[in-house]
């Protein structure tokens, strides 16, 4: 059975830092591009990041240097280093993983930023 256990989100203020994390089981991880997605109340999702299986990563321009995504092959996990956040950062976080056509979502966490 695929599970994908998304974790680290809650309420930080402005300026602060979360660092979620997104653990995957029965896939072999390594081969996966894994993305992190959020998706705010009455916006369209977007993908914050992303990073291949050769460590390769892309985000979207709002976040670019503030967060970092990145991968543990041997724990089989995904994270999204948030830092600098800001309140337009609140959405629902999801992992997503994909290898060809055969994909695979998170049940999302929320992440808030506000004072």
């Known amino acids: 059975q695929v599970q994908f256990v998304e974790s680290g989100g809650g309420l930080v203020q402005p300026g602060g830092s979360l660092r979620l994390s997104c653990a995957a089981s029965?896939?072999?991880?390594?081969?996966?591009?894994m993305g992190w997605y959020r998706q705010a109340p009455g916006k369209q999702r977007e993908l914050v990041a992303s990073?291949?299986?050769?460590?390769?990563?892309n985000y979207v321009d709002s976040v670019k240097g503030r967060f970092t995504i990145s991968r543990d092959n041997a724990k089989n996990t995904a994270y999204l280093q948030m830092n600098s956040l800001k309140p337009e950062d609140t959405a629902v976080y999801s992992c997503?993983?994909?290898?060809?056509?055969?994909?695979?979502w998170g049940q999302g966490t929320q992440v808030t930023v506000s004072s």
């Open positions: 990073i291949t299986s050769g460590s390769s990563t």
């Open positions: 997503h993983g994909a290898q060809g056509v055969t994909t695979y």
């Open positions: 029965g896939i072999i991880f390594r081969l996966y591009v």
